[in-house]
């Protein structure tokens, strides 16, 4: 397992344009591999290379439904409806922000294998492709937001049994 440093806000990286992936290489497999394992153990449901300072048009997303995905050179080809809600960013620690995505997205990208795919999301999935797509071009979620960022509240793991949303008013 080897974890990259996620870049954050206020590096420049992040506000570039990605260029394309033309082969697989063997330092692009072990890139793909370590996005996973930096993604999984900074606790995300997506990650895109600007994001661990490589600037290749490749994104790996994990939304928990027993499908990860690797996408090289995605593109959404189709859009239908529109959702809002929170978005937190592994480049943004600590801040999320309302935002309107695509509620259904088609996505047709190469896969690991250099391979063509389409992948159909709808709900988070369609969300995060739409958030993780944006990196590739230097877009980031908060220059979406509706009213501002606002700070994630941690809490202890171990209160979440006891939460209850009418919390946030007394605090």
Request: proline share 3%.
């Given at each position: 397992m080897a974890l990259r440093t996620i870049r954050t806000d206020?590096?420049?990286i992040l506000?570039?344009?990605?260029?394309?992936?033309?082969?697989m290489t063997a330092r692009t497999e072990e890139?793909?591999?370590?996005?996973?394992d930096t993604m999984y153990a900074a606790n995300g449901v997506g990650l895109a290379a600007p994001q661990v300072g490589i600037l290749k048009r490749i994104v790996v997303i994990d939304v928990m439904d027993d499908n990860p995905l690797v996408l090289i050179n995605p593109e959404i080809i189709e859009t239908e409806g529109e959702q809002t809600g929170n978005e937190g960013c592994l480049s943004l620690p600590g801040l999320e922000g309302e935002v309107t995505r695509p509620e259904r997205v088609v996505c047709k990208a190469l896969d690991r294998?250099?391979?063509?795919?389409?992948?159909?999301?709808?709900?988070?999935l369609a969300r995060c492709i739409a958030h993780e797509l944006d990196h590739?071009?230097?877009i980031l979620y908060k220059d979406k937001v509706i009213d501002g960022l606002h700070r994630v509240q941690m809490r202890d793991p171990e209160d979440m049994d006891d939460f209850d949303e009418s919390d946030e008013d007394d605090e």
């Open positions: 206020g590096d420049d506000r570039k344009v990605c260029k394309p992936v033309k082969t890139l793909i591999d370590d996005m996973f294998n250099m391979e063509e795919i389409t992948v159909e999301g709808t709900g988070l590739l071009d230097g």
